[in-house]
């Protein structure tokens, strides 16, 4: 059984909690955020070891189903259904805006993949019959209004999660459009720089961060160990900048990242991966700059696809903004539709990146 984590969040509230109120309301809002944030931790801890038996299993789903995009298929949805079942468990009715809908899979052709979910599923909740499971992923079907909600991308990383690379599961709670809490699990992300990013750790790593509270880092697998404050390479030069850039280009301008890179003679090998963990790896330090352009002018970022990766790497000390540098607007619904692309960066290096953007792109 998992541990739930509360010792964790109590350090990281004590060690780093300097949001900007009194301490009367501090008495109020912190039991709720540490309740929160321990909720989370223990959800994403729990969903990383669905979508690695997924991930395990992949040649049999791509044998059953015929279909090589299955394996993520049956992760994003199981993903999606665990962490609604165990928001729903702990707070009753919980707006959620969740990346999947269970429709496809009630398809009369789908029941092989809809079988394959519900066995991933339920490796967390024995017994769950198919009708809970699937009504579990339509519990993500909120639509980003009113003052509060949860958003999830069950399995951030298509390509990546399919080659056996990286991919995230990312959780975050957003309130009048401010990202108070975001937890990442990069399941095959583990803690040594040196490994490849291609060479998945046995382990893997929850990072995760509340608003004022700083960021931290867990072994996955181990939610019980004592949280690990992680923070941005600040001071490193632009000579020796290394920015991160995906395997795949489907959603970025990787021409446009590496022009820049040119005109600031930076000499930093790429950091090649997919997924949130991106922000990740220069939240901790083992990158210095994640730069996503998109790639049409009409193309809107998801709220999913940024908001517990943004919070982390800010918490660690990086500047996140659209390549603009306009700060992220969560506060629109399901979509970035205030911004274009993302730039994230320590502070020093954030100014140069978005210098160099206007000088070159305008």
């Known amino acids: 059984m998992l541990h739930d984590c509360r010792h964790c969040v109590s350090k990281l509230l004590a060690l780093r909690c300097n949001a900007p109120v009194s301490n009367q309301e501090a008495i109020h809002i912190m039991p709720l955020a540490a309740?929160?944030?321990?909720?989370?931790?223990?959800?994403?801890?729990?969903?990383?070891?669905?979508?690695?038996h997924v991930q395990a299993s992949?040649?049999?789903?791509?044998?059953?189903t015929k279909d090589d995009y299955s394996p993520v298929t049956v992760a994003d949805?199981?993903?999606?259904?665990?962490?609604?079942l165990r928001l729903q468990e702990e707070f009753g009715t919980v707006p959620l805006v969740g990346e999947e809908s269970a429709k496809d899979l009630?398809?009369?052709?789908?029941?092989v993949l809809r079988d394959?979910?519900?066995?991933?599923?339920?490796?967390?909740?024995?017994?769950?019959?198919?009708?809970?499971?699937?009504?579990?992923?339509?519990?993500?079907?909120?639509?980003?209004?009113?003052?509060?909600y949860w958003t999830l991308d069950p399995i951030d990383g298509t390509k990546g999660f399919l080659r056996g690379g990286q991919y995230a599961i990312s959780l975050a709670y957003i309130e009048r459009g401010t990202v108070l809490l975001g937890v990442l699990g990069c399941p095959n992300l583990g803690r040594d720089f040196s490994r490849a990013f291609d060479q998945p750790d046995p382990t893997g790593t929850l990072f995760y961060a509340a608003r004022g509270a700083g960021a931290y880092a867990l072994p996955a697998s181990q939610p019980e160990a004592n949280p690990e404050p992680i923070r941005i390479a600040d001071g490193r030069s632009v000579s020796e900048m290394r920015i991160c850039e995906s395997?795949?280009?489907?959603?970025?301008?990787?021409?446009?990242?590496r022009e820049i890179a040119d005109y600031l003679k930076t000499r930093g090998a790429p950091a090649r991966l997919d997924s949130q963990c991106k922000y990740a790896v220069v939240a901790r330090g083992q990158a210095d700059a994640y730069l996503r352009f998109p790639t049409?002018?009409?193309y809107v970022e998801k709220i999913w696809d940024h908001a517990a990766g943004s919070i982390v790497a800010e918490e660690a000390g990086a500047k996140v903004t659209d390549i603009d540098g306009l700060p992220l607007d969560f506060g629109r619904g399901s979509t970035l539709q205030a911004n274009r692309g993302i730039a994230c960066a320590a502070p020093h290096l954030h100014a140069l990146l978005l210098a160099a953007k206007a000088t070159l792109f305008g």
């Open 35 to 52: 309740s929160r944030l321990r909720i989370a931790l223990r959800a994403i801890a729990e969903a990383s070891a669905i979508a690695r």
């Open 58 to 64: 992949t040649h049999q789903i791509r044998r059953m």
């Open 77 to 84: 949805y199981a993903v999606q259904a665990h962490i609604a």
């Open 106 to 111: 009630l398809a009369n052709n789908s029941g």
């Open 116 to 148: 394959a979910v519900v066995e991933a599923v339920q490796r967390a909740w024995p017994g769950l019959n198919s009708n809970d499971a699937l009504r579990a992923i339509d519990l993500g079907e909120h639509d980003a209004s009113g003052d509060a």
């Open 247 to 257: 395997v795949e280009a489907a959603h970025s301008r990787q021409d446009a990242t």
């Open 296 to 298: 049409s002018a009409d």
